[in-house]
């Protein structure tokens, strides 16, 4: 079993910056691929970004390329997700998640999610 608990969340201006962390208790996070994935009021989950156990692979929703950047410390069991250039539609309760295959994960088939951290983006 593996435990995740987001932190980072807030609320921030347009065009401003927040780096959500991730952090992983009860089995070694180096085991797992990491996921972030968000929900906006009213609207279905999405796919936000995933990186491979050894963060050598990344991958990106189109809605954030560029803009944010995942990675992680194993030796913290610590993943985060770096959000810069922020805007209004970015607001989402976000979610780490934890998978064995990297390439399943952005589809939703995660092992393990965490509770969540609120973003907030105002105009």
């Known amino acids: 079993q593996v435990q995740l608990v987001e932190s980072g969340g807030g609320l921030v201006q347009a065009g401003g910056s927040l780096r959500l962390a991730c952090v992983a208790s009860?089995?070694?996070?180096?085991?797992?691929?990491v996921g972030w994935f968000r929900q906006a009021p009213g609207k279905e989950q999405n796919f936000v970004a995933a990186?491979?156990?050894?963060?050598?692979?990344?991958q990106y929703a189109e809605a954030v390329k560029g803009r944010f950047t995942i990675s992680r410390e194993n030796a913290k069991n610590t993943a985060y997700l770096q959000m810069n250039s922020l805007k209004p539609e970015d607001t989402a309760l976000y979610y780490c998640?934890?998978?064995?295959?990297?390439?399943?994960?952005?589809?939703?088939?995660?092992?393990?999610w965490g509770p969540g951290t609120q973003v907030t983006v105002s105009s």
């Open positions: 990186i491979i156990q050894s963060g050598t692979n990344t």
């Open positions: 009860g089995r070694a996070i180096s085991n797992y691929a």
């Open positions: 998640a934890a998978h064995n295959d990297y390439w399943t994960l952005p589809s939703g088939s995660v092992s393990y």
